[in-house]
């Protein structure tokens, strides 16, 4: 149960009377009505803007309809009082007595706390990562690829039918680049002196083990034949190899995808490129034509002439857009309209994209085509990644000696762990750029958010290990715990903490359907901050400390909310990906 969810039921039941009561007309929608938490406390704890939005169709002050919305809304039991705001927004607070029955409903709810069925089980397509597999993850990749797990995860708490797919791009120009880096060291491995590697190759290291598995399984063969025959060869080799150092990559992190799909597996067979145009074509979306030149700066789509366009422009992108290159290649795009098309085909109606902010200009044309090829029945959401910077104390890192051009994933999980690298991820919105301090994300004070949120989760568990020692029979699982004198439990910081409790499935629904998992990492933090915070007035105050060797049942009661906050806190980091841990040293 969401408790904002059942008092938004008696908002509407109250907007109801006043349409039996003809205050109201009965056919004005409310739509538009919400419930939720003020942003100042004191201001109580449900705020609705019911009147606001039928102050117009009711031909009234929206001050003057809310004067008759206080008094239906008062007859709540649980409700104390509700007042009136500004120009018309309603504050309700509820009584003391209420906020039992949320800590009892978190305790027996257990792992289910929090979860919801607004997916409804609908099928939901998260494509991240999908680099270029021609080298290791740099971190730039680990933000999308930490942020599109959080989503899948959050997404999955929520009720949708997730599946989690990578788009491997391995019909480009890129992956020969890759084989003639790899046949580089392959030469190498057999002794040749390569010299420096030649401008437009890799120079990662990452490669070498690449070049000594071929020499191990071709010897010198290779060396006889034209490019033509060793380069599919190498590059095959090449490409395995890349993506097992990719998953390997990815793994540090507890990413793992259900697809991995190969662009050139629509080329493979039947042309699923051609297949694509040949259905704009026949909605007549295709045609061909020149692009006039870009204003103010290059542009890789533009070629001075005729080429087969797609009416982009007439779904909303700025120009229309070439599907295939002068030698007679897909571009880029055709292939991506082709692969979101398959999307569709394979049952998903609801796609998203994790992409860098390098590929921002693109959305609006994907987005164009794929309302196109679906007569608008799929919808395209694409979330970018803003960049990273790295630092260490202040201080700027610039290179990683394996990759050659940069910091890899791998550098900075084997220096900081995995938990730090997802929770500082996605502690900050996906599209605002990213600092990201080597040092700071390991020190150990409230301003290390994961360290913070870790330690409330650790320092639960340690009060949980000290009850049992004080009293070994006491029952710790939640069903037993909600049977406690929860009623005892009035203290300011006390009542707190259970209203942050009741936020937890709200905020779960609106991360969801915002697709914002950052929302979360900062629910955890208010919420750890809040534990803390009662954790500290027990040291000042001996009454509000968690156990009492002389009261067994207040014991109870206070580690009921010690037991609660540590639900919650596990359920949260497990949606981002984050361990909870139990002990910190």
Request: charged letters at 25%; aromatic letters at 8%.
């Amino acid at each position: 149960m969401d408790v904002f969810t059942g008092f938004h039921g008696h908002v509407l039941a109250a907007v109801q009377q006043l349409k039996h009561d003809g205050v109201v007309p009965k056919d004005a929608s409310v739509d538009g009505i919400s419930l939720g938490a003020p942003k100042d406390p004191a201001h109580g704890d449900l705020a609705t803007n019911a009147a606001m939005v039928l102050a117009k169709p009711a031909k009234l002050a929206p001050r003057v309809l809310a004067e008759r919305l206080v008094p239906l809304l008062a007859s709540d039991p649980y409700i104390e009082k509700v007042d009136i705001a500004g120009p018309g927004f309603v504050n309700i607070t509820l009584k003391q007595t209420f906020w039992p029955s949320v800590l009892r409903m978190v305790l027996e709810q257990g792992e289910a706390f929090g979860r919801s069925a607004i997916g409804k089980g609908e099928a939901v397509n998260v494509e991240y990562v999908s680099a270029n597999p021609t080298g290791p993850m740099h971190v730039g990749h680990c933000r999308g690829a930490v942020f599109g797990d959080a989503l899948a995860n959050l997404l999955a708490f929520a009720g949708y039918d997730v599946t989690r797919e990578y788009y491997v791009n391995d019909a480009g120009a890129q992956v020969d680049v890759l084989a003639r880096s790899a046949f580089l060291r392959y030469r190498e491995a057999l002794g040749d002196d390569i010299g420096e590697i030649p401008e437009g190759l890799y120079p990662g290291e990452y490669l070498k083990p690449v070049g000594k598995s071929l020499a191990g399984n071709h010897g010198r063969e290779l060396l006889d034949m034209p490019e033509a025959e060793w380069l599919p060869l190498v590059r095959n080799a090449a490409l395995k190899a890349m993506l097992a150092m990719i998953e390997a990559d990815l793994a540090q992190l507890d990413i793992r995808h259900d697809v991995f799909f190969s662009e050139r597996s629509m080329t493979g067979g039947k042309d699923e490129v051609a297949e694509t145009i040949a259905d704009l074509k026949s909605k007549g979306l295709v045609y061909e034509g020149r692009l006039p030149p870009p204003k103010g700066k290059a542009d890789e789509d533009w070629e001075d002439r005729i080429q087969l366009l797609f009416r982009a422009s007439e779904f909303g992108d700025d120009q229309d857009r070439p599907l295939v290159k002068a030698d007679g290649s897909y571009t880029y795009f055709a292939a991506d309209i082709a692969y979101h098309f398959d999307k569709f085909r394979r049952g998903f109606r609801s796609m998203i994209d994790v992409w860098g902010a390098d590929h921002a200009g693109h959305i609006k044309r994907m987005q164009a085509a794929l309302k196109a090829l679906t007569d608008g029945q799929a919808d395209l959401d694409v979330k970018i990644c803003q960049l990273v910077r790295l630092f260490r104390a202040n201080e700027p890192v610039k290179m990683s000696k394996r990759a050659g051009t940069f910091v890899t994933l791998r550098d900075v999980v084997d220096e900081v762990g995995a938990a730090p690298v997802r929770f500082m991820m996605l502690y900050r919105k996906n599209d605002a750029p990213l600092d990201f301090d080597f040092a700071k994300v390991t020190e150990q004070s409230r301003d290390n958010p994961v360290f913070y949120v870790q330690y409330a989760h650790a320092r639960a568990c340690s009060v949980l290990r000290n009850v049992a020692e004080a009293f070994p029979d006491l029952a710790l699982d939640g069903e037993s715990l909600a049977r406690a004198g929860l009623e005892r439990l009035e203290d300011e910081s006390e009542l707190a903490l259970i209203r942050r409790f009741a936020q937890f499935p709200r905020v779960v629904e609106a991360a969801a359907q915002a697709h914002e998992p950052h929302r979360i990492a900062f629910y955890l933090y208010d919420l750890a901050g809040d534990f803390h915070g009662l954790w500290n007035r027990g040291k000042d105050l001996p009454q509000l400390r968690f156990i009492h060797q002389s009261d067994r049942e207040l014991t109870r009661s206070r580690v009921a909310l010690v037991a609660a906050t540590q639900r919650i806190l596990a359920l949260g980091l497990g949606i981002l990906g984050v361990q909870a841990v139990h002990e910190l040293h």
